[in-house]
């Protein structure tokens, strides 16, 4: 009775200080400009690509991919519209902001859409941006203000547990990026704790008109809430004044970080035409965003049965990357109709050490067993890589290798890039989207690197004579093999198994 009464008051507590949010309001309704005869950048696309075609890039490396966005808002005329699931008020996030601002003052205009829950940045510091007459903000699937959102979520779990994972980066309509990467040092070399491997690819032409036009759907949709809507006007006028004196030159930190993403020796051979584009044309995959207002059953799982069916009619071949890789039943099931077929079917995704989620390896762990007696090859990735490759420790400690990349090759033809993890959460409660490229060319190099990578970065998964999980390693002209969860804590551990013992397997 007691915790019943406490329970009540806390619910009361948080109903009567929160902010309701006015997913309702009118607001605005703006569309993507395209605009032609930009300079295109990276600065050197093949001429040669007909207007039909698209130029691709892969961005590997997270300093490339940092300066790629640099080069393209400098480059702006009209219009940058990105999207991200979340932003940190850390060096990459202020790096950003100051950019961004930089651009607005010559007159583009800019529209960002951020998702709400895992936010780090306060909303004074995002006000700084909204304050310029050029640049909006729009919250995504808002949280109540007037309390943290961590006491706010339990009281409106049922919309706040369906989140807008999207991310991309289109400017004019005419160059974008489309991957994994948010707004955090931890995705762009910047943090010397964790390396996070990722991929996304920059394109050019076609390809950036219609994620542009993707972009209007999210920008335009109820769950987009004006920031100026959720915060206060005490608020609103401080982020008004403090938006004057902002300048990249006093910030030294976000100053080095800009010039060394620009001095990227992979950027500079694009430039130079050393390092010749993709072509190829490529279909948007996306959920719309009525799939969060939908029951779980109803969906649409656009993207996820758009990629399964891809991977149904591949005639040889299946590698898919994925930090996150929780099949359920009828995943083990699909996975094991390809082998049936004679497809060669490739998982990469985090060992229980590399995982920044150990909880979602709880979900995975599992159905290993019985994806290895279908055939499904699996590879997990090692965590001491970065100790293998010679990083020194700086005196924080060692930084572990987590992979993020969400990517897939499909025979010699097909890449497929975008916001999707092959997890639960991702194909039935969040929108995601993605690009599946057909691009001869760019999916040969894909496969070649993946091909060249797995044995210095991945243990391969196997069974041993005796049915039980073995780990080998090959990289680094080291031969290993582990019996247990290679490099993970007993925490780590402990949390893996908890959740798999849990019934929560869709929140995973």
């Known amino acids: 009775m007691v915790l019943t009464r406490v329970t009540a008051l806390l619910a009361l507590c948080a109903?009567?200080?929160?902010?309701?949010?006015?997913?309702?309001?009118?607001?605005?309704?703006?569309?993507?400009?395209?605009?032609?005869?930009?300079?295109?950048?990276?600065?050197?696309?093949?001429?040669?690509?007909?207007?039909?075609?698209?130029?691709?890039?892969?961005?590997?490396?997270?300093?490339?991919?940092?300066?790629?966005?640099?080069?393209?808002?400098?480059?702006?005329?009209?219009?940058?519209d990105v999207s991200t699931f979340l932003i940190k008020p850390d060096t990459a996030g202020r790096l950003f902001a100051a950019k961004l601002i930089e651009a607005a003052d010559r007159g583009v205009r800019v529209r960002f859409l951020i998702d709400d829950v895992f936010t780090t940045a306060k909303d004074r510091h995002l006000a700084y941006l909204d304050a310029h007459e050029n640049i909006e903000l729009r919250m995504f699937n808002p949280a109540p203000r007037g309390l943290p959102k961590a006491l706010t979520f339990p009281f409106n779990f049922k919309r706040?547990?369906?989140?807008?994972?999207?991310?991309?980066?289109?400017?004019?309509?005419?160059?974008?990026i489309i991957g994994g990467r948010n707004i955090a040092d931890e995705y762009y070399q910047l943090d010397t704790t964790a390396v996070f491997a990722d991929f996304e690819i920059f394109t050019a032409g076609p390809d950036a008109a219609k994620l542009g036009s993707l972009f209007d759907t999210f920008w335009?949709?109820?769950?987009?809430?004006?920031?100026?809507?959720?915060?206060?006007?005490?608020?609103?006028?401080?982020?008004?004044?403090?938006?004057i004196n902002w300048e990249l030159a006093a910030h030294p930190e976000e100053e080095a970080a800009y010039r060394e993403a620009l001095a990227s020796p992979h950027l500079r051979k694009i430039n130079e035409g050393r390092i010749a584009a993709h072509a190829g044309r490529a279909w948007i995959i996306t959920d719309p965003p009525q799939k969060l207002r939908n029951s779980v059953a109803e969906g649409p799982h656009a993207i996820a049965n758009a990629l399964f069916t891809e991977m149904r009619n591949a005639r040889r071949d299946v590698v898919m990357l994925t930090p996150y890789f929780v099949p359920e039943p009828y995943g083990v099931r699909f996975y094991a109709s390809l082998v049936?077929?004679?497809?060669?079917?490739?998982?990469?995704?985090?060992?229980?050490?590399?995982?920044?989620?150990?909880?979602?390896?709880?979900?995975?762990?599992?159905?290993?067993?019985?994806?290895?007696?279908?055939?499904?090859?699996?590879?997990e990735i090692?965590?001491?890589?970065?100790?293998?490759?010679?990083?020194?420790?700086?005196?924080?400690?060692?930084?572990?290798?987590?992979?993020?990349?969400?990517?897939?090759?499909?025979?010699?033809?097909?890449?497929?890039?975008?916001?999707?993890?092959?997890?639960?959460?991702?194909?039935?409660?969040?929108?995601?989207?993605?690009?599946?490229i057909q691009s001869p060319s760019l999916a040969r190099a894909m496969r070649s690197d993946i091909d060249?990578?797995?044995?210095?970065?991945?243990?391969?998964?196997?069974?041993?004579?005796?049915?039980?999980?073995?780990?080998?390693?090959?990289?680094?002209?080291?031969?290993?093999?582990?019996?247990?969860?290679?490099?993970?804590?007993?925490?780590?551990?402990?949390?893996?198994?908890?959740?798999?013992?849990l019934d929560v397997e869709l929140q995973l």
């Not at 991310?167 to 309509?173: C, E, I, N």
């Not at 999980?469 to 247990?484: A, M, N, Q």
Request: proline share 6%; with cysteine.
């Open 340 to 379: 049936e077929k004679g497809i060669r079917v490739r998982i990469v995704t985090n060992s229980l050490a590399a995982n920044n989620h150990p909880y979602v390896h709880g979900g995975y762990q599992p159905y290993r067993e019985e994806l290895l007696r279908a055939g499904v090859e699996l590879y």
């Open 382 to 436: 090692r965590a001491d890589v970065p100790e293998l490759l010679g990083v020194q420790d700086d005196g924080v400690g060692q930084p572990t290798l987590t992979m993020h990349s969400k990517m897939g090759v499909i025979d010699d033809d097909k890449v497929f890039v975008g916001s999707l993890n092959l997890d639960p959460r991702a194909i039935k409660l969040n929108t995601e989207h993605g690009m599946m």
């Open 220 to 243: 335009n949709d109820e769950y987009a809430v004006p920031l100026d809507m959720l915060i206060s006007e005490t608020t609103r006028r401080r982020a008004s004044e403090d938006i």
């Open 160 to 176: 706040l547990n369906r989140r807008m994972h999207n991310k991309m980066f289109v400017v004019d309509s005419s160059m974008a």
């Open 15 to 80: 109903m009567t200080a929160c902010t309701p949010v006015p997913l309702d309001a009118p607001r605005p309704v703006t569309r993507h400009d395209v605009v032609d005869n930009v300079p295109i950048t990276p600065r050197r696309v093949s001429a040669a690509h007909p207007p039909s075609r698209s130029a691709y890039y892969d961005l590997i490396k997270g300093r490339d991919a940092l300066g790629a966005r640099m080069q393209m808002i400098d480059s702006a005329q009209s219009t940058i």
């Open 452 to 501: 060249n990578a797995l044995n210095d970065y991945a243990y391969r998964v196997g069974l041993d004579d005796g049915g039980n999980l073995i780990w080998d390693y090959f990289g680094f002209g080291k031969t290993e093999r582990r019996l247990r969860e290679p490099q993970a804590t007993g925490f780590q551990k402990l949390i893996a198994n908890i959740t798999e013992l």
